[in-house]
């Protein structure tokens, strides 16, 4: 620690008195901040961050700053509690932790013996970094079934890179790219993934040129240098057009084509099939705006692409991510400095290993459902969830009879909502672990209380692709709460499987970095550990594909029986793909725009989070709001084939006018009725989640493009 940071800390505990200070790790977002947590009289009472950390910096968002606005919460959920009376009913009774975890495996084991284990599913939501710790108890347990957004986030970028060039390519913000190219993603908000704001803003600083593609004017639109706003869905014809303009004028770095890639020819004759006449048609953008941002990127080197979840919440979502890397590739920005790198982690026992995914056996693998439908996301222990609702509702292909959910609230985040919900009420039995009573919790039998990251020791960015590793150090207790890691670990030894894990959780992170030489005790006084860094490892190693090469053409799809190579697919509502829907519902509908405060369905109860977003919001044109007789600040219904809900209104100059823009993830905590008004704004009351919108490889959801009405509330 440098000393200009020691004086900084040791002023605070001084000036306010505080007891103690702890560096951790936050996870308040995907983020994960390096912090300084000030603690007096047992109690946290100020996070700030931590400037010897190479992740942030020093930065903190408005989240990880209110982070003890929900530990400290008087709603929050601090013991386990059992529902008395019907599901949905609101009343609730305080049971111990060894009431409540018997239970739990008393049921679990009933359903594995009645049903088999695939009759049980687990799952996890975004961002809690428990999903190793899952996986290991689900594969070792016997079920094949774990529901996550891995369809449909991250999951997809992860699985598409480990078959086109052998892992999730980063962006290598601290050698300065040249150019950038930020794809349906909004850094400075969102924090994504492996992903902060502050490098991104640095980088701009230093002169970095910028495309932007957004349908909607974010602040980095606004500073571009292209801003190519394409017709939402149309992210894959808008990238075969961009590559078809690299290799038509030989923009491409002939090296890297000649020596590393496998499948140029067919590559070539696939992108010639866009010609900038047809992408302007499809996208909306101008061709010579397309030409523009092509060149731009192709001859400004080093240069990388900072994409998000917004292209893969659509039928295009393996393709998007697919073209996205090959644009890295063939012109040479992969694995380059500055570039996009494929990192090396630490020497420690690795997610997949922890996972004990080789240990599920193969007859109950092929149990895994919707395994034949999406094959892709199969492969990587990746399941649609309408496949678990189907087996609830219609007991097809099997029954599910126990969901046990853990920081995940599907009845907000799951396509088609309504029918979530059913498949939730009729589960024979639910258990869910989270820090609040949140509309899918309300419809459990058994609600654990969860430990937020400030109560629990864990090994930071784990999961992550960047190649570093953090302590996260637990600060506090609060009540009762446990964290996922603990509590999985005490139910594992209850139903069985005593001998796969540890006496406590502190031994399994020993496990985890034990090939490092290293114990918790040592790694907890570190700042970090990080991975060999190095540049170009294929002109030594080559890639980690089957070809050992960077597969334009890939063989795994290929054998999966998928076009090898990227293509277009119309998303499945739109004025072209369903003309007679769009007389009734004229526009298209986008979601799920990053807000500073929230985290999904999350921080809603935070007072000054809440005061940043007090209601959900639409963004409308001004032209498309006069001609609906709309205000601003107006209630409106925007309505869908499948239901309807209630937004205030925003007029906003920023899209286009066919165009309206809708936030996701909408319930109110502060409403006590036991449903906390989930149906009221809930985006996914609009959206589809039929087998047949979804992407062929991976089964994501096309959540984010809709076609609907909307019109002012009637008072």
């Known amino acids: 620690m440098s000393e200009f940071t020691y004086s900084n800390w040791a002023r605070e505990m001084e000036v306010y008195g505080y007891d103690s200070m702890v560096k951790s790790h936050c996870r308040m977002c995907h983020g994960g901040c390096g912090v300084l947590v000030y603690v007096k009289d047992g109690k946290v009472k100020k996070i700030a961050g931590d400037p010897d950390c190479p992740i942030n910096h020093g930065t ?36 111990t932790w060894d009431e409540a975890l018997d239970t739990i495996a008393e049921r679990m084991l009933r359903y594995r013996d009645l049903h088999g284990a695939e009759s ?96 909607r004017l974010t602040r980095a639109a606004a500073r571009a240098n292209v801003w190519l706003q394409l017709r939402p869905g149309t992210d894959a014809a808008l990238a075969l057009g961009m590559c078809n303009v690299i290799v038509n004028e030989e923009l491409y770095d002939k090296d ?58 659509q039928i295009n979502c393996a393709d998007n991510d697919r073209v996205l890397m090959l644009l890295m590739g063939i012109t040479g920005n992969i694995d380059r400095m500055g570039g996009q ?22 007859e109950q693998r092929d149990k895994r459902l919707g395994g034949d439908m999406f094959r892709l996301a199969s492969r990587f222990s990746i399941i649609n969830p309408k496949c678990v609702w189907d087996a609830i509702l219609e007991e097809k292909p099997y029954p599910v009879k126990m969901l046990f959910f853990i920081s995940s609230n599907p009845v907000m985040t799951r396509d088609n909502a309504k029918e979530v919900y059913r498949a939730l009420e009729k589960a024979d039995f639910m258990a869910v672990a989270d820090f609040f009573l949140t509309p899918t919790a309300e419809l459990a039998d058994i609600v654990l209380p969860a430990a937020t990251w400030l109560e629990m020791d864990y090994i930071a960015d784990f999961w992550k692709r960047h190649g570093y590793i953090l302590p996260r150090r637990k600060v506090i207790q609060v009540g009762e709460c446990r964290s996922d890691h603990e509590m999985l670990n005490d139910l594992a030894h209850r139903v069985g499987m005593g001998e796969h894990w540890w006496d406590d959780f502190e031994k399994a992170l020993d496990w985890i ?73 004229p526009y298209i509908l986008i979601t799920g725009k990053r807000l500073p405060g929230f985290f999904h369905t999350e921080n809603r109860q935070a007072p000054s989070l809440r005061e940043l977003h007090r209601d959900p919001i639409v963004e409308i044109h001004p032209d498309t709001a006069g001609r609906e007789g709309i205000k601003q600040g107006d209630w ?18 920023g899209l286009d006018p066919r165009i309206v823009a809708a936030q996701h993830a909408w319930w109110f905590p502060e409403k006590k009725d036991p449903g906390h008004g989930w149906a009221e704004s809930n985006v996914n009351i609009l959206t589809d989640n039929s087998y047949e919108t979804c992407d062929p490889a991976m089964g994501a959801s096309s959540v984010r493009t809709l076609l609907c009405k909307i019109y002012p509330e009637k008072t």
């Not at 008087?74 to 013991?79: A, G, N, S, V």
């Not at 309807?644 to 100059?653: D, K, P, Q, T, V």
Request: hydrophobic letters at 35%; a neutral charge; proline letters at 8%.
């Open 513 to 585: 970095l034990e090939p490092a030489k290293l114990k918790w005790r040592d790694f907890k006084e570190m700042d970090f550990l990080r991975g060999e860094v190095a540049y170009e490892k294929y002109r030594e190693e080559g890639f980690s594909t089957p070809t050992r090469k960077f597969e334009l053409y890939s063989t795994v799809l290929e054998k999966m029986g998928y076009d090898p190579l990227p293509q277009y697919r119309e998303t499945p509502e739109s004025p072209y793909s369903a003309p007679e829907v769009y007389k009734e519902y």
């Open 120 to 215: 049980v599913v687990l799952g996890y939501g975004t961002g809690r970094e428990n999903e190793a710790v899952i996986y290991r108890f689900a594969n070792l347990f016997g079920s094949p079934n774990v529901l996550t957004a891995g369809h449909f986030c991250y999951g997809p970028r992860i699985a598409t890179s480990i078959i086109t060039c052998g892992s999730n390519p980063i962006v290598d913000y601290e050698n300065h790219p040249k150019c950038i190219m930020v794809w349906g993603n909004n850094v400075v908000i969102s924090n994504p993934d492996c992903y902060k704001g502050e490098p991104f803003s640095l980088a701009l600083d230093e002169g970095a040129k910028l495309i932007v593609v957004d349908p």
């Open 60 to 95: 903190l968002c408005t989240k990880g700053l209110a982070s003890t606005e929900l530990v400290y919460h008087p709603d929050r959920l601090t013991h386990p509690v059992r529902r008395i009376g019907p599901k949905g009913s609101g009343k609730w009774e305080r049971i």
């Open 341 to 362: 790198v494929l990192f090396r982690p630490p020497n420690i026992r690795n997610v997949g290993q922890f996972g004990a995914h080789g240990m599920l056996p193969r």
């Open 636 to 653: 409106v219904v925007i309505e869908s084939r499948r239901g309807r809900i209630r937004h205030r209104a925003m007029l906003f100059a």
């Open 256 to 313: 890297f084509v000649e020596n590393f890639v496998h499948g140029w020819e067919p590559f070539v004759q696939r992108v010639n099939e866009y010609p900038l006449e047809r992408v302007e048609e499809i996208t909306w953008v101008p061709r010579d705006k397309i030409r523009e941002a092509a060149r731009l990127y192709a001859t400004i080197k080093p240069a990388a692409i900072q994409w998000g979840v917004a292209i893969e919440q």
